[in-house]
């Protein structure tokens, strides 16, 4: 019930901010915290029962007191200050603060669910940490309002960039002696002279900053990582939210997984639950804690059961084994099969990534509006089927060859799916005709060494399907780059042995199929017989 009068609350405050034209999210963040501060206000000079009822007293008290110098002009007369705040008096702050930010379409932003940060307080405790940082506190606005983590015995730092929603921390913790509200980036050097403890961060997502730095990655969450960990005392500990990439990508990416695990060692890593983020998101993200002198790793899986972060499992690895590891690619040590892909890991057979022995692209960005009788034919996500391309009743286009070449799909390249919801595979047959790929598929041309059927064959098998599932970025639904496919791991066998096999496998393929018609043919005229003595 009081949930409900909360969201009422909140609602009518919009809705007169809206019809006078107050409709920015600072905007509505400003006259919010304003007339909060005019209610703190009225209270510590103990003259709220004698202004609050007359719209002139309450006018002329919150233009002396509250003042222009923070929150700007404010955009109206008595009377409309006089509905927003009875309107908005009661109102919770930092409820209200979320709930606007989640309404906000323009910049957009993640908040985190609260057991991250739930999960966060019960490391603290558990190692007896009292100060605390977060930076980027709105992100963690649920957080902060389900968790009352002020109310607990930790000296805390909140760090922001926007100057409003500084604000709205300080008024809202205002009389709280553990709380300091601070405004900088954490994507530059922070001047701060304090260490922390602990410290619980989500840096932005996949933006790449311009290199007026000392490092040679532009990732925010990278450059972010090594700022804040500066500011870590020894013995402390930081929790960081990563996409999915950063635990595998190579490149720039690989440099800065060998550089912050120097800088303070991984602790442990938990692959998040599928859709946590959402709906900001649906990247898959993983929670990775940073600290010193650990001896072992831990690893492991957390799900969401009555909307709490609970371990699914977990493993632990010595901390050299760790270090041995080329990426963060948890799943493979904590897939069901992962015997499997320890023996492939392990095997003497040699291996090769695909990107130092092929060309991979994604297939074209092809609209609705786009199809037309053409002779241009796209290949899509339901042309493959149980592993073969059927060229039947393909979608058209009407383009001009020169300008869709980079597109174009050739015989015997192998097709993969990279969106959706079932991964498919298969290889291109010979046929006549232009064709190419969807955005939806991902094509993979062998330039020597690997054979693309014998490709096919190992990353269809349960151990190729366990590597792919690794380098996926997204969650319930499929999610590969292209980038991300050249670091799959192919067994490099001599073109005898690869021969061989797709000879085995193709033979044994045909003769199941063969099997299968011979039964339905079988079963067809059985049918008919039966039906025809019927009567």
Same mark, same amino acid.
């Given at each position: 019930?009081?949930?409900r009068?909360?969201?009422?609350?909140?609602e009518?405050?919009?809705n007169?901010?809206l019809?006078?034209?107050?409709?920015?999210r600072?905007?509505?963040l400003?006259?919010?915290?304003?007339v909060?501060?005019?209610?703190?206000?009225l209270?510590?000079?103990?003259?709220?029962?004698?202004?609050?009822d007359?719209p002139?007293?309450l006018?002329?008290?919150?233009?002396?007191?509250?003042?222009?110098?923070?929150?700007?002009?404010?955009?109206?007369?008595?009377d409309?200050?006089?509905?927003?705040?009875?309107?908005?008096?009661?109102?919770?702050?930092l409820?209200?603060?979320?709930?606007?930010?989640?309404?906000? #379409? &323009?910049?957009? *932003?993640? %908040?985190?669910h +609260?057991?991250?940060? !739930?999960?966060?307080?019960?490391?603290? $405790?558990?190692?007896?940490?009292?100060?605390?940082l977060?930076?980027?506190?709105?992100?963690?606005?649920?957080?902060?309002?389900?968790?009352?983590?002020?109310?607990?015995?930790?000296?805390?730092?909140?760090?922001?960039?926007?100057?409003?929603?500084?604000?709205?921390?300080?008024?809202y913790?205002k009389?709280?002696a553990?709380? #300091? &509200?601070?405004? *900088?980036s %954490?994507?530059? +050097?922070?001047?701060? !002279?304090?260490n922390?403890?602990?410290? $619980?961060?989500f840096?932005?997502?996949g933006v790449?900053?311009?290199?007026?730095?000392?490092?040679?990655?532009?990732?925010?969450?990278?450059?972010?990582?090594?700022?804040?960990?500066?500011?870590?005392?020894?013995?402390?500990r930081?929790s960081a939210?990563?996409?999915a990439?950063?635990?595998?990508?190579?490149?720039?990416?690989?440099?800065?997984?060998?550089?912050?695990?120097?800088?303070?060692?991984?602790?442990s890593?938990h692959?998040?639950p599928?859709?946590?983020?959402r709906?900001y998101t649906s990247?898959?993200?993983y929670?990775v804690?940073?600290?010193?002198?650990?001896?072992?790793?831990?690893?492991?899986?957390?799900?969401?059961?009555n909307?709490?972060l609970?371990?699914?499992?977990?493993?632990?690895?010595?901390?050299?084994?760790?270090?041995?590891?080329?990426?963060?690619?948890?799943?493979?040590?904590?897939?069901?099969?992962?015997?499997?892909?320890?023996?492939?890991?392990?095997?003497?057979?040699?291996?090769?990534?695909?990107?130092?022995?092929?060309?991979?692209?994604?297939?074209?960005?092809?609209?609705k509006?786009?199809?037309?009788?053409?002779?241009?034919?796209?290949?899509?996500?339901?042309n493959i089927?149980?592993?073969?391309?059927?060229l039947?009743?393909?979608?058209?286009i009407?383009?001009?060859?020169?300008?869709?070449?980079?597109?174009?799909?050739?015989?015997d390249?192998?097709?993969?799916?990279?969106?959706?919801t079932?991964?498919?595979?298969?290889?291109?047959?010979?046929a006549?005709?232009?064709?190419?790929?969807s955005?939806?598929?991902i094509?993979i041309?062998?330039?020597?060494?690997?054979?693309?059927r014998?490709?096919?064959?190992?990353?269809?098998?349960?151990?190729?399907?366990?590597?792919?599932?690794?380098?996926m970025?997204?969650?319930?639904?499929?999610?590969?780059?292209?980038?991300?496919?050249?670091?799959?791991?192919i067994?490099?066998?001599s073109h005898?042995e690869?021969?061989?096999?797709?000879?085995?496998?193709?033979s044994?393929?045909?003769?199941?199929?063969?099997?299968?018609r011979?039964?339905?043919?079988?079963?067809e005229?059985?049918?008919?017989?039966?039906?025809?003595?019927?009567?």
């Amino acid at each position: 019930m009081q949930e409900r009068e909360g969201d009422f609350l909140i609602e009518a405050f919009w809705n007169i901010c809206l019809l006078h034209d107050i409709s920015s999210r600072d905007q509505l963040l400003r006259e919010a915290i304003r007339v909060i501060r005019t209610k703190q206000l009225l209270k510590l000079h103990d003259v709220a029962s004698t202004m609050k009822d007359d719209p002139d007293s309450l006018f002329s008290f919150m233009k002396e007191k509250v003042g222009e110098r923070e929150l700007g002009h404010f955009p109206g007369d008595r009377d409309l200050f006089f509905k927003l705040f009875h309107a908005g008096e009661r109102i919770d702050l930092l409820e209200y603060a979320m709930l606007t930010l989640q309404q906000d #379409r &323009v910049t957009g *932003g993640v %908040i985190v669910h +609260p057991g991250i940060m !739930e999960r966060f307080i019960q490391m603290c $405790l558990n190692n007896n940490f009292r100060s605390i940082l977060i930076p980027e506190a709105e992100k963690f606005l649920r957080g902060l309002l389900e968790t009352k983590i002020h109310r607990k015995a930790f000296a805390i730092t909140l760090l922001t960039e926007n100057y409003v929603l500084g604000l709205i921390f300080k008024t809202y913790f205002k009389g709280e002696a553990n709380i #300091r &509200v601070l405004q *900088g980036s %954490i994507y530059q +050097p922070l001047p701060l !002279e304090d260490n922390f403890d602990a410290i $619980l961060t989500f840096p932005n997502l996949g933006v790449k900053l311009n290199q007026d730095h000392d490092f040679a990655f532009r990732e925010s969450e990278g450059i972010a990582s090594i700022h804040l960990l500066g500011l870590l005392r020894e013995g402390g500990r930081m929790s960081a939210t990563y996409p999915a990439r950063m635990m595998f990508q190579s490149g720039t990416i690989s440099d800065w997984r060998k550089e912050i695990n120097k800088v303070s060692q991984v602790c442990s890593i938990h692959s998040l639950p599928d859709g946590i983020l959402r709906p900001y998101t649906s990247v898959k993200v993983y929670q990775v804690d940073f600290g010193t002198s650990t001896k072992d790793v831990v690893l492991g899986q957390l799900s969401l059961k009555n909307d709490n972060l609970e371990i699914d499992k977990e493993i632990t690895i010595h901390n050299d084994q760790f270090a041995q590891m080329y990426d963060w690619r948890i799943e493979v040590l904590l897939n069901e099969d992962q015997e499997t892909l320890r023996l492939f890991q392990q095997a003497p057979t040699p291996k090769v990534k695909l990107r130092e022995i092929a060309e991979y692209f994604r297939g074209k960005s092809v609209l609705k509006q786009d199809l037309r009788p053409g002779k241009i034919k796209v290949v899509n996500i339901s042309n493959i089927e149980n592993g073969e391309v059927n060229l039947e009743q393909l979608e058209t286009i009407d383009e001009e060859e020169r300008k869709i070449k980079r597109y174009e799909i050739l015989p015997d390249d192998l097709i993969m799916t990279c969106r959706g919801t079932v991964f498919k595979l298969a290889v291109f047959p010979e046929a006549e005709g232009v064709y190419i790929a969807s955005a939806n598929i991902i094509v993979i041309r062998f330039r020597s060494k690997i054979i693309s059927r014998f490709a096919k064959i190992f990353l269809e098998s349960p151990t190729g399907e366990a590597l792919v599932k690794s380098f996926m970025r997204g969650t319930t639904v499929i999610n590969l780059n292209p980038s991300d496919v050249g670091e799959l791991e192919i067994p490099l066998l001599s073109h005898n042995e690869q021969l061989d096999l797709i000879t085995r496998y193709s033979s044994e393929r045909e003769r199941y199929k063969s099997v299968i018609r011979e039964a339905d043919e079988r079963w067809e005229r059985t049918k008919n017989q039966i039906y025809s003595e019927l009567y």
